[in-house]
């Protein structure tokens, strides 16, 4: 596809069950980055991973969210036990090279509700 | 600690006037500056972007100023339109992060 594409649009989970949030990114993008919007507020950094080097977990809030990128290419985000405060729009963006001149270009968002 | 701030939340600005959106930042570490422009149910689309070495760029409506020694930086669209009605971001990146401010919510009214 032309731009970074993420699966499933929205997400509604019970309290307690994990999920799954998957990104594809634009072909040929080597870097990729998570980031999670909750209501009202601005883009969080989450992870992100630079070709073949070990990603930057910097940004997790805990260890019930964790991510993969296999290939090279595809990418799940992992929220196990989910809690309320996991309610967010989980933002995926992918750079042809990771750095400051390379815009980032986002995919359109997995909205998650936790209940 | 935020390193990356918009203190306006909203601004409403009337069609074919200059729209002034505004960011701070804490970190005299980062080198260059971008803003993203987001649509409801949208990610963010980039929008203009500043080297830290320059002090201005101007993309057609779209001009970002950036002044290093206040840490602040602006977007200026002139003229604005209805169709500029989105939030804006303001990022800052140092090596491979981007760090994003709160966002303005920009109205332009016809």
């Known amino acids: 596809g032309a731009g970074v594409s993420q699966s499933p649009s929205n997400k509604v989970t019970e309290k307690g069950k994990d999920v799954e949030l998957r990104c594809d990114p634009i072909s040929g993008h080597t870097a990729l980055y998570w980031y999670r919007q909750s209501l009202g507020q601005g883009l969080e950094f989450l992870i992100y991973?630079?070709?073949?080097?070990?990603?930057?977990k910097s940004g997790l809030p805990s260890d019930r969210f964790s991510a993969e990128r296999t290939g090279g290419s595809v990418s799940t985000l992992t929220i196990q036990r989910t809690q309320q405060e996991d309610s967010a729009v989980y933002l995926c963006a992918s750079s042809l090279v990771a750095g400051g001149p390379n815009e980032q270009f986002f995919g359109p968002g997995t909205r998650l509700t936790v209940l | 600690d935020q390193q990356v701030k918009q203190n306006s939340p909203s601004l409403s600005v009337q069609e074919g006037r200059i729209s002034i959106l505004n960011c701070d930042y804490t970190?005299?570490?980062?080198?260059?500056f971008l803003w993203y422009k987001k649509y409801p149910a949208e990610g963010p689309t980039f929008l203009i972007s500043?080297?830290?070495?320059?002090d201005k760029n101007e993309d057609g409506r779209f001009t970002v100023f950036l002044n290093k020694s206040a840490k602040h930086l602006s977007l200026h669209i002139v003229p604005s339109q209805p169709g500029d009605s989105a939030v804006y971001f303001c990022a800052a990146s140092v090596g491979n992060m981007l760090t994003f401010g709160g966002g303005t919510r920009l109205m332009v009214k016809p």
């Open positions: 500043i080297s830290s070495i320059k």
């Open positions: 970190n005299s570490m980062f080198d260059y």
């Open positions: 991973f630079q070709g073949n080097s070990a990603p930057d």
